[in-house]
């Protein structure tokens, strides 16, 4: 870590510092990245073990949303579930 | 294939509000428009095939039915730009500033601030939308449509009112937004 804090400046400069890592290991998931993006992407990626996990939470983060986004859903308030009703019973009526 | 009954579409109501809210961030308009979508579904009753389930086919009918909300939205500048909190989506300074110092390091690493434990998978689905609904509502937005509905990048974004290039930016943001979020939930490590 001490070697990284040493490093920060020209890891910054060059597109390298852990910010760049984690919007890289962000757009991955939405775009192929580009062949300098995949390069400073596993150049800190080696360098940096903090950072390394930002990926797989990334995935682990879509697949939770995805697993639990839409589900549990409350249940309906009475008044709710009656002016629903009501609206069915309408479009009857048309 | 029988059609659906009123019950039947009742009982899915509650699952079509929270599905709508998720994705236009206002109760009301989320309860209208699972309101319109079962009125429209009992019209159309007789098309359903029963090839897919009856939630399926109401979540496509209330898909359309917020498409169009946020068509009507953008026809009406003031209103998107209060549904949006401001100019892009940017909602005020970027999150991450606070995060790293002028280099780009962190000044301290979230992991060293959490520690996983074990969770029941309900107090997962708690988690997830509590950080969800958390993010500003543009960010989560965008975020629904890309993950939940697997929009493309610019359908998503055109979804949630903002450039394709602004929603490259959001989804970084949001992710990390959530990340953040759920490690304090001690569900990341």
């Known amino acids: ?94 | 294939m029988d059609s659906p009954s009123k019950d039947a579409l009742i009982a899915e109501a509650g699952y079509l509000v929270a599905f709508a809210a998720l994705r236009v961030g206002s109760l009301q308009d989320a309860e209208d428009l699972a309101q319109d979508t079962l009125v429209a579904a009992w019209r159309q009753r007789d098309g359903f095939a029963g090839t897919s389930s009856l939630r399926t086919w109401l979540t496509g009918i209330l898909r359309h039915k917020v498409i169009d909300h946020y068509r009507s939205l953008r026809r009406t500048p003031t209103r998107m730009a209060v549904a949006l909190g401001g100019v892009e989506g940017q909602e005020g300074a970027d999150p991450l500033d606070a995060l790293f110092d002028s280099h780009g390091s962190w000044r301290a690493h979230p992991l060293a601030q959490t520690a996983p434990v074990e969770r029941a998978s309900r107090e997962a689905s708690e988690a997830v939308r509590h950080c969800l609904e958390a993010l500003p509502e543009t960010w989560r937005k965008l975020f629904c449509w890309r993950v939940l509905d697997q929009a493309d990048i610019l359908d998503a974004a055109q979804a949630a009112g903002v450039t394709s290039a602004s929603a490259s930016v959001i989804l970084v943001r949001a992710k990390h937004r959530l990340r953040l979020c759920l490690m304090k939930e001690g569900f990341l490590g």
């Open chain 1, 1 to 94: 870590m001490r070697l990284h804090r040493l490093m920060a400046p020209w890891l910054h400069l060059t597109g390298t510092s852990c910010r760049h890592f984690i919007d890289l290991a962000s757009a991955r998931l939405d775009r192929p990245l580009t062949l300098g993006e995949a390069l400073r992407y596993r150049f800190h990626w080696v360098i940096c073990r903090y950072c390394r996990l930002a990926g797989p939470h990334y995935e682990q983060i879509l697949e939770m949303t995805r697993m639990h986004g839409d589900k549990d859903a409350p249940p309906l308030r009475q008044e709710l579930r009656d002016r629903f009703a009501t609206a069915l019973d309408k479009a009857d009526g048309k």
